[in-house]
């Protein structure tokens, strides 16, 4: 019998062997609701994102050591870290996306920054790097850019 005959027929038996098993999820190890830690990165990364605006040194918490910061394609070490933050202010999230793969999630935002007693406004979106130690949800990397206004 030609070789190329018995390996497809040793790969048709163990595909078949595998075919009733339910395939094991990138994102969800057992025991883990996904949900529930989408919720909680996304939780941080609000967290985060409100504390920086504030200029509140709590942000620094929420960091993973080594953390990070791209802003406007510019790596930034001192506050602020966000781009369209011009100071210390407020922070609203208009839109947030979370998705999880084990421990790792990303967080996607775009945010509007109020400073100047109200008369300065800035929008921005980050794209939020978080890992998970035993911890909890850490930010581990940030990249925002200002969103022009239109």
């Known amino acids: 019998m030609p070789r190329w005959r ?3 027929g040793l790969a048709a038996v163990l595909l078949a062997g595998c075919a009733g098993r ?6 969800a190890p057992l025991g883990v609701d996904p949900a529930r830690e989408a919720a909680a990165a996304r939780a941080v990364a609000e967290a985060f994102v409100t504390a920086e ?10 960091l993973a050591p080594g953390a990070d910061f791209i802003n406007s394609g510019i790596a930034v070490e001192a506050r602020p870290r966000l ?3 011009i100071g210390r202010g407020e922070a ?10 084990g421990a790792l999630a990303w967080v996607v935002a ?8 109200g008369r300065i406004v800035q929008r921005g979106r980050a794209t939020l790097v978080l890992e998970r130690p035993a911890a909890g949800w850490r930010i ?11």
């Open 140 to 150: 581990r990397h940030v990249h925002s850019s200002a969103v022009p206004p239109w």
């Open 83 to 85: 781009a369209a933050f």
């Open 53 to 62: 605006a504030r200029g509140d040194e709590a942000a620094d918490t929420l």
């Open 22 to 27: 339910p395939v094991p999820s990138a994102t």
């Open 92 to 101: 609203t999230i208009e839109t947030i996306r979370t998705e999880v793969s």
């Open 110 to 117: 775009v945010y509007r920054w109020t400073g100047g007693g």
């Open 6 to 8: 018995v390996a497809r």
